[in-house]
């Protein structure tokens, strides 16, 4: 075998170890901001540090999460919208954390590419620490991975880990919840991070151009209708939350109203929904006709205008939304907790659908 005196490098290989270290430095910044109580916001460890005493909790339980975007990402790379991504990677974290009463305290990220773009790079873990800010944790590592072969040219994924903590006692467990309980809703920004599989397919069949005014709003791109950020709700659900006001809460992503509902109901408790409660938003009609979805298959492939449900205590209602109207949501009355099994129904002009708790995967794509 003859000898090759060529000198190999890992950048001949695809992989600069240079262009890495500057990302590190240019977003050195963007996590320092993030800064809060419990965390210096320095990266460059092998690990990061929280201080849950620092954070003012006495006796915390950990809550932990994870997540990614799904194929939302296809079109935020095909339409070069990379800076909103890094929140709803954020969103789909946190909002899952506080539904067990849990405050985010810190979170890492994980970004995979085949070759590193630094600028697109930024754009999207600039996203990262404004959803970070947007939910008052501290993003305090992650990991940027370059992978020649892996992925195509321009691809990039994510996935992110938050951990939260609540004060022994005080979690959010649903236990509570019974006939009689009213349900509310916060409504969503739109598609969120869920269903983008359906939302793709749908532009490709049908030639939508997305560079052009949607149909149903000439003052708004259709693609920045959907590449709209998944909306953070840890600021003005935390309060309340805190004060015991909430007994159940349902973060809606896929599975829609049917399958997450019954994720947070004791047994004996159905949540029963009436559509008509809330005007469907225009983006969801639009999705709706163009594809002629059947209505439970709305129900259960997208969050339909609602985001965030809460099961309340018929006496806690008028505080409830009170507190909430006061921190700037739209509080929506969408149903009760009725006696039955487990599960979920949704009724309305145009039907009847029921979901049971039989939720065992996740369905972000």
Not at 43 to 56: E, L, N, Q, W
Not at 206 to 228: N, T, V, Y
Not at 302 to 312: D, I, S, Y
Request: proline fraction near 4%; include cysteine; hydrophobic fraction near 40%.
């Amino acid at each position: 075998m003859s000898a090759d005196k060529n000198s190999y490098t890992y950048e001949q290989a695809g992989v600069s170890i240079d262009a890495g270290n500057r990302l590190v430095k240019a977003i050195g910044p963007l996590v320092k901001a993030t800064m809060r109580p419990g965390a210096d916001g320095e990266i460059g460890g092998f690990g990061g540090f929280f201080d849950p005493k620092a954070a003012g909790y006495k006796d915390p339980l950990l809550v932990a999460g994870n997540d990614g975007v799904g194929t939302k990402l296809k079109l935020a790379i095909e339409n070069d919208r990379h800076d909103t991504v890094g929140i709803d990677l954020v969103a789909m974290c946190v909002n899952d954390l506080i539904v067990q009463g849990a405050e985010p305290l810190f979170f890492l990220d994980y970004f995979a590419t085949g070759k590193l773009d630094n600028g697109v790079a930024e754009r999207v873990i600039a996203g990262i620490a404004e959803g970070c800010k947007q939910a008052g944790c501290a993003l305090i590592g992650g990991e940027t991975a370059e992978m020649p072969g892996m992925y195509a040219d321009g691809d990039y994924d994510l996935a992110g880990f938050c951990v939260g903590a609540v004060e022994r006692g005080e979690q959010v467990t649903g236990e509570r919840v019974a006939p009689g309980h009213v349900l509310l809703a916060l409504p969503s920004s739109g598609v969120h991070s869920n269903g983008y599989s359906l939302v793709r397919r749908l532009a490709e069949d049908k030639g939508w151009k997305l560079d052009r005014p949607a149909l149903f709003d000439q003052d708004k791109l259709l693609i920045d209708h959907l590449i709209e950020p998944t909306r953070i709700y840890v600021r003005s659900l935390l309060p309340v939350v805190r004060r015991g006001l909430i007994d159940a809460l349902a973060h809606i992503t896929g599975g829609g109203l049917l399958e997450n509902l019954p994720r947070v109901l004791p047994e004996g408790a159905r949540a029963v929904v009436d559509a008509d409660a809330w005007e469907q938003p225009r983006l969801m009609a639009f999705l709706q006709a163009q594809g002629n979805i059947e209505p439970g298959e709305m129900a259960r492939t997208f969050n339909c205008g609602v985001g965030m449900v809460l099961a309340v205590a018929p006496g806690n209602v008028d505080g409830v939304i009170h507190a909430l109207s006061e921190a700037g949501e739209d509080v929506l009355r969408i149903g009760e907790i009725v006696e039955g099994t487990r599960g979920c129904t949704v009724r309305g002009s145009h039907g009847t659908w029921s979901g049971t708790s039989d939720w065992e995967a996740s369905h972000d794509a």
